[in-house]
């Protein structure tokens, strides 16, 4: 009798043990560890959308760049994906019969100058000789007519024979002749002169029209970049010919940085508080560590039904800058600013849990944590706006080990 007291007694013990221990063991999971504490305090928190994107094009985004001249592509110095700017040498077509012209039309050129300044040299020369042979001739005259009129005295007087007045005369008709001929040959070299040197300055002139015209005909075999942009698509290669026709043969193909934009599909139930003006940030799946910005010029009037969600486009234009990472098509995760709130009350998002529908916190009274439910307004991505149950300077747990059963707002 008395081992059977015994046995029952410690059969007590045990099962006296094994509750206290779950019992222990079910209050130490129940307990809430606080491991860092904050203030709750004012300050700015905005609303903020998060709508997925998609990279596009506008209109005439793409420049399609050929060349007026047929030929071999003898450089072609970018490729696909090649950042170009304006003025930027992308390509050259064989130049050899090109230049060929030009130096030959610079020789022809070369040969006329000589000609004028052989003909500034030696009319110059002629034309002094003649002023020179007709001064002569003028004072030959004025002797032959002097002597001429002073035998007509002399033969009224009969001092003289009608001989010696004959020959005078025909003296003076012979000098009359000789300087009406000087006075012929200088005006004849003075305008044949002009004439030659015309003609010279003339054929400079044709010739120097015609080289123009060769490097603009070469200037078809060096093509330039006409803006900025990304170069999408490559048609002629390094040694193959491009034949051009009525239409320049097409080279290469740019895209106009200016000319990309961000298509953001906001949910029907948000359409409300987009609105033009309003700053988005957003980033792609190829860069997720380079964030971009931008500000919303439209939004679409016409829905896009997705799975049976209805959606609404909000127009983002891509800055240039962004253009040399994005690309037409991509995906792309944005946060439309839709307000901002100054001063006000907010907390940690990591502070704020929730169970059954219902949002608490942890507030630290004499050092221990007591639930305290609140009401919401705006989050982002650090913050929640508490708008009822929270005042300022009061201390929340932020970062704790709470019961299984809660759960982190998100």
């Known amino acids: 009798m008395k081992k059977t ?57 793409y420049l399609k760049i050929g060349t007026r001249t047929t030929g071999l592509v003898q450089k072609m110095f970018i490729d696909i994906g090649d950042y170009v700017k304006k003025g930027q040498l992308i390509a050259i077509i064989d130049q050899r019969e090109f230049k060929k012209d030009i130096q030959k039309i610079k020789s022809q050129i070369q040969k006329a100058e000589n000609k004028l300044e052989q003909i500034n040299q030696l009319y110059p020369v002629k034309i002094k000789e003649a002023e020179k042979n007709l001064k002569s001739a003028e004072a030959e005259y004025e002797f032959a007519n002097w002597k001429f009129q002073r035998e007509k005295e002399l033969l009224k007087e009969g001092f003289t024979t009608k001989q010696d007045f004959e020959i005078a005369k025909r003296e003076l008709k012979t000098k009359e002749a000789k300087l009406k001929l000087a006075e012929e040959t200088l005006k004849k070299l003075k ?21 123009e015209k060769a490097k603009i005909r070469l200037s078809y075999t060096e093509i330039y970049s006409p803006i900025d942009g990304i170069v999408s698509n490559v048609v002629a290669r390094e040694g193959e010919t491009l034949v051009a026709g009525l239409q320049a043969g097409e080279l290469v193909t740019i895209l106009k940085p200016d000319r990309l934009e961000i298509q ?67 995906t792309v995760y944005t946060k439309i600013i839709a307000g901002i709130k100054k001063n006000a009350v907010i907390i940690p998002n990591s502070a704020v849990r929730f169970e059954k529908g219902k949002q608490y916190v942890y507030v630290i009274k004499n050092g221990k944590p007591q639930i305290r439910y609140i009401k919401t307004g705006w989050i982002d991505e650090k913050y929640t706006e508490v708008v009822e149950g929270l005042k300022e300077g009061e201390v929340i747990a932020v970062k704790l080990t709470a019961p299984v059963k809660t759960k982190v707002f998100k």
């Open 264 to 330: 953001i599909f906001v949910d029907e139930t948000d359409i409300g508080k987009v609105k033009s003006g309003q700053k988005v940030v957003y980033y792609v799946d190829a860069f997720p560590d380079r964030i971009f910005t931008g500000k919303i010029t439209k939004i679409y009037p016409e829905p896009i039904v997705k799975q049976n969600i209805v959606y609404y486009l909000a127009i983002v234009p891509v800055k240039k800058d962004y253009a040399r990472y994005l690309r037409p098509e991509m």
């Open 5 to 61: 007291a015994i046995f029952i007694l410690l059969i007590a013990v045990v099962v006296g043990g094994y509750y206290i221990y779950t019992k222990s063991k079910e209050a130490e999971k129940s307990k809430v560890v606080v491991y860092k504490t904050e203030k709750v305090k004012r300050g700015e928190i905005k609303d903020i959308i998060n709508a997925t994107a998609i990279v596009k094009t506008r209109v005439n985004a």
């Open 191 to 211: 305008v044949e002169y002009e004439t030659e040197k015309k003609l010279a300055q003339d054929d400079i002139k044709i010739l120097q029209k015609e080289l």
